[in-house]
């Protein structure tokens, strides 16, 4: 995109997000939902397809690009990229890098426009960190694929309109191989969505289980076509590298939030008779704090170079999406440390981030499976003994 262009949607992204959705966050933590006006504002500032290419009605984001624009987005509640970062991230991408140029035709546009929105159901209850061992199974029946199975944890699960659903077509073939993608419509017979999940954070975010049972689509529902076939766990990796770098970006954008949140409250709160921001115990929180926040935001960026580049599509991710979601912990910590007694009570910002923050460890694979993604890629065949 052309640099005055992009820092014009960074500038309207910033005054939508400050001006606002903070303002909203609370009642969006109490109501574990996020405001259709706010839904339908998002869709016209092009939110749901802004790293989808222009071609196919998006605003074609190089990675460096998007992740200064999540920069913006982690200042707020979670649950507001949330809302859309499927359509752009793993879920337009299963279409971008796997998908035909019919279904790309197809879906696309209306998944950048937000008219779709979509969802990525890979995770299981007994396949989460490694998706190799998925067991939901597809077998082709005619011209028809039947698909069994479920799926555990899927973001938008409960408003989606499409499923991007990872399934095994070849039994016999290794862990990694015979997994295919299919196209999955909201409301396919056999198609069950559970209630929505109730998380101790991240609210206005709606995940659920899914289960297929005998759910029948036509044999043009896979992705890629028979190209695609068998090569869905491929597919998968490269969506979710991306991912690693996109939602390391909200984090550091977060960060950035707490340590605002920290320094205005240390600046203001007095005890006894002096404020205490003039604590030096207090002072080193917040310099820990913005030292973790410049370290997180310069490795984002590094990593988001590099995955342009292709120079580095593995490493970087891990490291970055690493070292970004342990960072973004330590300063929720600190910033309920420093608000003291404050800090743990409903209704305060730090409060409701601190419980945002900790899911971070956890999706988008968890740090110990990124420790073993970096070990492994540097090590070779020294890792396996």
Not at 23 to 41: F, T
Not at 149 to 163: E, H, Q
Not at 358 to 372: K, N
């Amino acid at each position: 995109m052309d640099a005055a262009d992009f820092s014009a949607v960074l500038s309207e992204v910033r005054r939508f997000v400050r001006d606002r959705v903070v303002p909203l966050e609370a009642e969006i933590d109490e109501k574990d939902e996020m405001p259709a006006d706010i839904r339908e504002a998002a869709k016209k500032m092009g939110l749901f397809g802004f790293a989808l290419p222009e071609e196919y009605g998006g605003l074609g984001l190089s990675m460096l690009e998007e992740a200064q624009l999540m920069f913006e987005l982690g200042y707020t509640t979670p649950s507001l990229r949330s809302m859309f970062g499927t359509n752009n991230g793993i879920a337009g991408h299963v279409l971008m890098v796997g998908g035909t140029e019919e279904q790309k035709a197809h879906w696309l546009p209306r998944i950048a426009s937000g008219d779709v929105l979509a969802s990525f159901a890979l995770t299981e209850p007994e396949a989460g960190s490694d998706p190799s061992t998925l067991t939901t199974k597809a077998h082709l029946d005619g011209d028809e694929w039947v698909i069994n199975g479920a799926k555990r944890y899927i973001t938008n699960a409960p408003l989606a309109d499409v499923f991007m659903v990872f399934a095994r077509t070849d039994p016999d073939a290794p862990r990694t191989r015979g997994i295919s993608t299919f196209l999955v419509p909201a409301g396919t017979p056999g198609l069950t969505v559970a209630p929505k999940d109730h998380k101790m954070g991240q609210l206005g975010a709606w995940t659920a289980d899914v289960f297929f049972d005998d759910v029948r689509v036509p044999a043009s529902a896979l992705v890629g076509g028979d190209a695609g076939l068998n090569r869905g766990f491929g597919t998968a990796m490269g969506c979710i590298a991306h991912g690693r770098v996109h939602i390391s970006a909200l984090m550091v954008g977060m960060a950035e939030r707490l340590v605002d949140e920290s320094v205005a409250y240390a600046s203001t709160r007095k005890q006894s008779g002096k404020l205490i921001g003039s604590f030096q115990l207090v002072q080193g929180l917040i310099a820990d704090s913005q030292t973790d926040y410049y370290a997180g935001r310069a490795t984002v960026l590094e990593a988001a170079r590099a995955f342009d580049a292709g120079t580095d599509t593995k490493i970087g991710p891990s490291c970055t999406k690493y070292f970004a979601s342990e960072m973004v912990w330590r300063v929720a910590d600190r910033a309920v440390q420093i608000h003291g007694g404050a800090g743990y009570m409903r209704g305060v910002a730090v409060e409701r981030f601190y419980r945002d923050a900790r899911l971070f460890r956890i999706y988008e694979g968890t740090s110990q499976i990124q420790q073993v993604i970096i070990a492994k890629a540097l090590l070779g065949e020294a890792a396996r003994g």
